[in-house]
């Protein structure tokens, strides 16, 4: 089973994966890097590493899928899961190649079946009109909601701005699941598990 974790760019994204990682129990991880031009490398980092390495403040930090692959265990089996990290995704085009053919790469990942994690920064999402949810996000729902297993990860949620971003999210997103979650404190990965093994295919 595959989990695509897409977004904007800063909205936690690789935080999120690196840590749920950890929280199924992943010492070590091992990420394999699709660069702009479609090649794979393999690196084997710590869980350290990997949050210093993947999870950056400047936007852009992952140019290129990784992937990591990690075991649920239930009480019967294990199950492997594969996270998939992005590039976060713009309204704008890109003036740089690498970050337009990740994008293109991500985009095209969407419609080869895998479960769709949405990661949205509750904290970012602003009180007036204008400044809401983006039209990036609202597309991604609109086209990961309609074709794949899909979920809203409401993150940030350890911001005090969040809870009112929160409550943004769940009006503009009706209708689709949302799970409140934060990348550094750890809430929510319980229900994000539940939510993987519940539509396990
Ligand atoms: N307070 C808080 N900060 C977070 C959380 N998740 C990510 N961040 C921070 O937001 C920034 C962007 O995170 P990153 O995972 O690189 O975002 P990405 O661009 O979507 O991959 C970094 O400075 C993270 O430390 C969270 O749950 N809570
Ligand atoms: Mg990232």
Redesign the pocket.
């Known amino acids: 089973m595959e989990a695509l974790v897409l977004?904007?760019?800063?909205?936690?994204?690789?935080?999120?994966?690196v840590n749920f990682a950890a929280y199924l129990g992943l010492k070590e991880i091992r990420v394999e890097v699709l660069d702009g031009e479609g090649r794979a490398r393999h690196q084997r980092l710590s869980i350290e590493l990997a949050r210093r390495h993947?999870?950056?403040?400047t936007?852009?930090?992952?140019t290129a899928l990784q992937t990591i692959h990690v075991d649920i265990t239930t009480a019967k089996t294990a199950h492997r899961l594969t996270l998939t990290?992005t590039v976060?995704l713009t309204e704008e085009i890109s003036g740089e190649l690498v970050i337009r053919r990740a994008i293109a790469i991500a985009l095209s990942r969407i419609s080869q079946g895998p479960m769709v994690l949405h990661?949205v920064?509750a904290?970012a999402v602003g009180y007036s009109a204008i400044e809401t949810v983006s039209l990036v996000d609202d597309g991604i729902a609109r086209y990961a909601g309609s074709i794949s297993t899909y979920a809203i990860l409401a993150?940030?949620?350890?911001?005090e701005s969040a809870k009112a971003g929160l409550e943004r999210i769940r009006e503009r997103f009706q209708g689709y699941p949302i799970i409140p979650?934060?990348?550094?404190?750890r809430r929510g990965f319980k229900d994000v598990k539940t939510f993987i093994l519940r539509h396990w295919q």
Not at 7 to 17: H, Y
Not at 54 to 57: A, D, E, N, R
Not at 155 to 159: L, Q, R
Not at 181 to 185: D, H, Y
């Open positions: 977004g904007r760019p800063n909205a936690g994204k690789s935080l999120f994966l993947l999870v950056s403040h936007p852009y930090k992952t990290d976060g990661v920064d904290s993150t940030k949620m350890d911001k979650i934060s990348g550094i404190t």
